[in-house]
């Protein structure tokens, strides 16, 4: 079974600080995203990256960062947490490209709140 | 503009009814992938399928089963026989030829009541 695991299912950090989300996942993958959720909005993609080094702007990359250094390993940054970033992150990753490989798989998600 | 929309946002029904989820979705590729993924309260989104373009017909499984319309481009969801543990927030979603990005909808709140 595809696997894909965020490190935290609660975290509690305070305006300004810098927040690391983490996630890996076990399939070989080479495309990993990150979401952001919120009630009313459903997912919205923040930064996706389909190689090591590699990243791509999502719908609303501000305020966020990305460092892809392992294929299995995508970090979610955010250099400096800001009470409007209080969210459901999930983390989900895929083969790269279209065809019968393209299905999304995603982590349990990571409940964050800025105070 | 959106490219997929779920107009229901929240759904409540009784144990044994049957429901539909509704998905309409918008895109100028030929070649295309639909998606339903279900969100139980525990929070991990759960695949649940995918159907291709090229690929109208219905499908079943189990109590689940899917209507795919291209004349009207939907992809709607029906549950026959709901149960409790069909309860989760329910989310279709769009690929297009390039494969990579998904584009979901905003998602609908099922809730079976015993």
């Known amino acids: 079974d595809v696997k894909v695991t965020q490190s935290s299912r609660y975290l509690v950090k305070r305006t300004g600080e810098k927040v690391f989300l983490e996630c890996v996942q076990d399939m070989d993958h080479e495309n990993m995203f990150w979401y952001r959720q919120d009630p009313g909005l459903g997912l919205r993609l923040i930064y996706f990256?389909?190689?090591?080094?590699?990243?791509e702007k999502g719908d609303i990359p501000e305020g966020y960062s990305v460092s892809r250094e392992k294929k299995e390993r995508f970090s979610l940054i955010l250099e400096s947490a800001s009470t409007n970033q209080t969210s459901m992150y999930l983390c989900?990753?895929?083969?790269?490209?279209?065809?019968?490989?393209?299905?999304?798989?995603f982590g349990a998600g990571t409940r964050l709140s800025v105070l | 503009a959106q490219k997929v929309t779920q107009a229901q946002t929240e759904i409540s029904v009784v144990e044994k009814e049957d429901v539909t989820l509704d998905c309409v979705y918008e895109?100028?590729?030929?070649?295309?992938?639909l998606f339903w993924y279900k969100q139980p309260p525990s929070g991990e989104l759960v695949f649940l399928i995918r159907r291709n373009s090229f690929d109208e017909q219905n499908e079943i499984s189990g109590r689940y089963s899917w209507n795919f319309q291209k004349s009207t481009s939907s992809f709607n969801f029906t549950i026959t026989a709901s149960q409790v543990v069909d309860s989760a927030v329910y989310f279709c979603a769009l690929s297009e030829n390039t494969g990579n990005q998904f584009y979901f909808g905003t998602g609908t709140s099922l809730t079976v009541i015993p």
């Open positions: 895109t100028r590729d030929t070649t295309y992938y």
């Open positions: 990256s389909y190689d090591v080094k590699m990243k």
């Open positions: 989900a990753s895929s083969f790269h490209g279209g065809g019968a490989k393209n299905i999304q798989y």
